[in-house]
């Protein structure tokens, strides 16, 4: 049996015709197709306006957009993007995040890898360079995942909106990602900064990524030992 193949004009063109069909409800058949009903509402006008030419892509890049994405972040998720996700290159794209945006005092996680390890201290190699930066490894107790509740709501968010059902392809996935961010950061209203979106209390960290790491120094008394992790 042949694998099925299609296409967003493919897609968005069985979309016009169930809609026109009527079989199922204008939600159901949203569902069906995993978008939205406002996307479903903007295929149909753009149809109806334009026929079937008004179903392909447009590009989405706006005139100005004050929380565009750095040009520096981009080209760090290039390259991390090109390396696969090994740790190095998780280290590249953290490097140009904090270059960006500015050092945080601390950064909580749990107590998976890369963030910490079986080794002294939980410490890992990830971990260890947040504290040559300067940055403090936070993490929460074992097992204990509402010690880090407004991130895994996140996560159960985005799981939910843009993960059940998958997406066909990769492509079609990482558009979902997108959309769930855009309206998670700068649309949704969050009870934690008074009903507005996360976007509208961000500020840049005024603390520097430092020119060279620093090298940690211990007491004279100290047995300084080295581990792996």
């Known amino acids: 049996m042949p694998w099925l193949e299609t296409d967003p004009m493919t897609e968005r063109e069985r979309f016009i015709l169930e809609a026109e069909g009527g079989l199922f409800s204008f939600a159901e058949l ?7 009903r406002k996307t479903g509402y903007k295929w149909l ?3 109806e306006l ?26 760090a998720a290039f390259t991390l993007r090109r390396h ?17 945006f500015g050092l945080p005092e601390r950064i909580r996680t749990d107590n998976g890898t890369p963030f910490a390890s079986m080794a002294l201290g939980h410490l890992s190699r990830l971990s260890i360079w947040w504290i040559k930066l300067g940055l403090l490894p936070d993490l929460i107790e ?9 991130h895994e709501r996140m996560h159960r968010d985005l799981k939910a909106e843009a993960t059940i059902p998958p997406a066909g392809n ?17 649309v949704r209203p969050h009870e934690a900064h008074g ?4 976007a509208s209390a961000y500020e840049p ?8 790491l620093t090298t940690p120094e211990y007491p004279p008394h100290f047995d300084v030992r080295k581990g792996s992790a």
């Open 142 to 150: 074992p097992a204990s995942p509402h010690q880090n509740g407004r």
């Open 50 to 75: 334009e026929g079937p030419d008004g179903l392909a892509d447009r590009s989405h890049r706006p005139h100005s957009c004050p929380h565009a994405t750095h040009p520096q972040v981009l080209e």
């Open 205 to 212: 960290s005024a603390r520097t990524f430092p020119s060279k």
């Open 170 to 186: 990769r492509a079609a996935q990482q558009r979902r990602f997108n959309a769930f961010r855009e309206d998670f950061d700068h």
């Open 84 to 100: 696969r996700p090994r740790w190095g290159a998780g280290k590249i794209l953290g490097h140009r995040l904090f270059q960006v």
């Open 30 to 36: 949203c569902r069906r197709h995993g978008i939205s």
């Open 195 to 198: 009903q507005k979106p996360p």
């Open 45 to 47: 006008e753009r149809c």
